[in-house]
């Protein structure tokens, strides 16, 4: 008996989901990307509770995401009655024998929660099966020649051959990330041959045949269930969350400079209002977005997702988006741990002074966040010198602000020195407020040079996968 673990990949955020809701009729496709033809492809993820509701009326109440693993449940129930006739139909049995076994194991163990994924699968053990089972029946017809002792030795020697030379190419990075299971099918298979010969008299090749074909009719279940009824593909999830990820990274700049301005103006040490669950999500979301870019690599054609799509770049796109994840729990720890810095007269009437800078820097910056999301979400090219005015807008409101805070330091530590009772008190304050803001504002800069790197990857998948051009943006 053969252990896996079946991985099911879904996305913890609700946000992330809501992707085919606006669909634009002239978003280009990705080059020989005709639609894959399921029987229910077209329809939309949205209308997965519209679907059910006439007969379950409680899933109108269930999110979309718990609707998708109700359907999958149900598809795994679907594929293993299917598969379970080869024993309930005598027809059937009488074919295949108690090997009817083989197919349903590999419903049990292929079947996943993405198309890509029950593919890829499907395909890795398919693979295995036949190199495994075809080196396997050859040393063991080689082994039945020689017979008595040298049968047993022939063996040994193939299985320990085999078996270290697949254990180290397993564990090389390119293969363990997409072939994994299928050399690990593959040892499986060459040890159930040759063992399975040593005590049985049964012909070598009709046992290989009769497995193959039980291990081919359980794919075939497989896949065609998760293809053809209300198929989930990972390169539409893995599209959703990395768009999405913009909008959710551009409120939490917004919500960061909002509560930096009410911190200045009520002069309170006030605990910050805005989340910062998504960006420590986004932190560990590496391994999910590999996962997912590795499943939509297996997929077939479909909708707007063709071969040789350029996945690769999603994952460059979410490492930058990790990077500005990072900066941001700074700025928001920054916030947190501030100790009143807007205490002295001379510093408040500076706050109001740079107030609109910082607005303007976080409308700049969220903008274009904003922007890059929706231009991937409609799949549509944007250049990054469409969008570089108001990232230079930015750093010149942050190079007015700097001159600002160091003019009005100045100022103050001049005070400071005509006031020499008072000297040690506010040279401590002077100094919390200076390091404050700098720290602030040189974390801000930090994030405009994030932003502007992240428009250059998204301007290079654009390009890569033939987004449509748009001469015009709407600010």
């Known amino acids: 008996m053969e252990s896996t673990h ?6 913890n955020e609700k946000e992330n989901v809501v992707h085919n809701k606006e669909k634009n009729n002239n978003n280009k496709t990705f080059p020989f990307s005709p639609s894959f033809p399921t029987i229910i492809s077209h329809v939309k993820e949205k209308k997965f509770n519209m679907s059910f ?3 379950f009326p409680s899933f109108s109440h ?4 718990e609707t998708k693993n109700i359907i999958h449940s149900i598809k795994v129930g679907i594929s293993l009655v299917l598969v379970s006739l080869l024993y309930l139909l005598d027809p059937l049995y009488e074919q295949v024998g108690e090997n009817a076994m083989w197919a349903i194991m590999t419903v049990v163990v292929i079947f996943e929660f993405s198309a890509g994924a029950t593919l890829g699968k499907g395909l890795n053990r398919g693979m295995g099966t ?6 396997g029946c050859i040393a063991a017809i080689l082994a039945q020649k020689l017979g008595g002792v040298g049968n047993s030795i ?4 193939c299985i320990f051959i085999f078996g270290a030379i697949a254990t180290y190419f397993r564990m090389i990075p390119r293969i363990k990330r997409r072939y994994e299971y299928g050399v690990m099918i593959f040892i499986l298979t060459l040890n159930l041959v040759l063992v399975s010969v040593v005590r049985d008299e049964q012909q070598v090749w009709e046992i290989a045949r009769d497995r193959l074909l039980t291990i081919v009719i359980g794919f075939i279940i497989c896949i065609s269930v998760s293809f053809f009824l209300f198929p989930l593909w990972a390169s539409n999830e893995f599209h959703d969350s990395t768009h999405s990820s913009f909008q959710h990274l551009a409120n939490a700049i917004q919500g960061c400079l909002e509560d930096y301005m009410r911190f200045a103006d009520e002069k309170e040490n006030e605990a910050t209002n805005t989340n910062f669950t998504f960006c420590k999500t986004l932190l560990n979301s590496k391994s999910k977005d590999e996962l997912l870019a590795n499943y939509a690599k297996w997929e077939p054609l479909h909708g707007k997702f063709g071969y040789s799509y350029p996945w690769q770049n999603y994952l460059k796109i979410g490492e930058v988006n990790r990077e500005l994840a990072a900066i941001i729990l700074v700025l928001g720890r920054c916030l947190q741990t501030s100790k009143k810095p807007m205490e ?3 510093w408040s009437e500076t706050i109001q002074v740079i107030e609109p800078c910082f607005e303007a820097i976080g409308s700049n910056i969220v903008w274009t966040l904003k922007e890059l999301g929706e231009s991937m979400k409609q799949m549509r090219k944007i250049h990054a010198s469409q969008i570089s005015t108001k990232l230079k807008a930015s750093r010149a409101e942050i190079s007015m602000v700097v001159k600002i805070t160091i003019s009005t330091s100045k100022k103050i530590s001049t005070i400071m020195l005509n006031n020499n009772d ?3 008190n506010c040279y401590d304050d002077d100094d919390d407020v200076s390091l404050a803001i700098a720290s602030f504002l040189f974390l801000l800069k930090e994030v405009v040079n994030k932003v502007e790197e992240l428009t250059k990857v998204v301007e290079q998948l654009g390009d890569i996968a033939g987004f449509i051009a748009h001469s015009t943006l709407v600010t």
């Open 6 to 11: 079946v991985i099911s990949i879904t996305n």
């Open 53 to 55: 509701v006439p007969i």
């Open 62 to 65: 269930l999110s979309e995401q």
């Open 130 to 135: 036949i190199v495994g089972g075809g080196l």
């Open 154 to 157: 022939i063996i040994g020697i």
């Open 344 to 346: 002295l007269q001379s």
């Open 422 to 424: 008072e000297n040690n």
